[in-house]
């Protein structure tokens, strides 16, 4: 059973490639970083072995979708080409070729022409952009034409910038007022399917971040899916005064709260853990209901 709007309500149902995902039951998205700067080490993968292997993982521990990304976007990451994000990606679909899965492909960039080479030459289902179309003037077209899923993320200024003391009037409203215009732009540009990431970490400082997932709920009023990319960031890591590698429970931890304040997909690197979060919300809800 799903988390309950009492004001608003939510469509929470996606068409991914024509399977019909109901959102209603949070989705684990596992994470597949094809990146050697990654702000965890234990999430790259270069070589198709290693590639292979931890999407086989992911697959094992129970992922309804697998992001692949081959672009880094934390702070201070390299810039990679057009070209090279486009032959990393290749790799991948190389080496997860012929592993049996039914779980949903989405392709991790801000590249439209990335975007359409992953959904027309790879069977891609879903498209996650971090800046929400607006380092791609195309993006939101091209998006609009493929019929495909759409997550749109907030951040403040970009990679490079972000972090360098990021400031807000009214962290919510300024997110809400955000995402009010984007969804517009996306809705006049054909894209039907769309979910929102209120981006923890991406210009944000740990209170705001903080603030968002205690106001999590209130993203309910956009009527559309919310997810919640908290993975071992530095939200967990400076509060706890641990490293990423030692961010697994405070991750879960997070991801309850998260759960409990109405989100729909968790953006993960450990499926196992945020699956059995999933699963005892449900047992909590179903008891309460």
């Known amino acids: ?32 970083n094809h ?25 094992t521990e129970g992922a309804d979708m697998v992001d692949v990304g081959c672009y880094s976007s934390r702070p201070g990451a390299v810039d990679v080409s ?13 080496a ?7 779980a949903i492909l989405s392709v991790d960039t801000f590249r439209s ?6 959904v027309r030459e790879h069977g891609v289902s879903m498209i996650n952009d971090i800046s929400a179309g607006r380092f791609d003037d195309r993006m939101l077209e091209v998006v609009g034409r493929l019929k495909v899923p759409y997550i749109m993320m907030h951040m403040k200024g970009t990679p490079r910038t972000m972090q360098i003391d990021p400031v807000y009037d009214d962290l919510m409203k300024e997110v809400i007022s955000f995402f009010a215009e984007r969804i517009r732009a996306a809705r006049e540009s054909g894209v039907n399917d769309i979910i929102v990431d209120p981006g923890f970490g991406f210009g944000k400082t740990v209170e705001h971040n903080f603030i968002l997932l205690r106001n999590l709920r209130v993203f309910s009023m956009l009527e559309l899916p919310v997810m919640a990319g908290i993975s071992r960031k530095s939200m967990i890591c400076r509060t706890l005064d641990c490293t990423p590698a030692e961010a697994l429970n405070g991750t879960t931890v997070l991801n309850a709260m998260a759960l409990m304040n109405g989100a729909n997909i968790f953006r993960v690197h450990d499926v196992r853990e945020a699956r059995e979060a999933v699963r005892l919300y449900e047992a909590y809800q179903a008891a309460s209901s």
């Not at 270069?46 to 999407?55: D, G, H, N, P, V």
């Not at 997860?96 to 039914?102: N, P, Y």
């Not at 022409?113 to 992953?118: D, L, N, P, V």
């Open 1 to 32: 059973m799903g988390s309950k709007d009492t004001f608003f309500s939510r469509k929470l149902t996606i068409n991914c490639g024509g399977i019909l995902l109901d959102l209603a039951s949070p989705k684990v998205m596992g994470i597949l």
């Open 35 to 59: 990146t050697p700067d990654s702000f965890y080490d234990g999430n790259r993968y270069m070589k198709e072995a290693e590639i292979r292997e931890r999407f086989e993982e992911l697959i």
């Open 82 to 94: 057009p070209e090279d994000e486009k032959a990393r990606f290749s790799e991948v679909m190389k």
């Open 96 to 102: 997860i070729k012929g592993v049996s899965h039914h």
């Open 113 to 118: 022409g990335i975007a359409e080479f992953a």
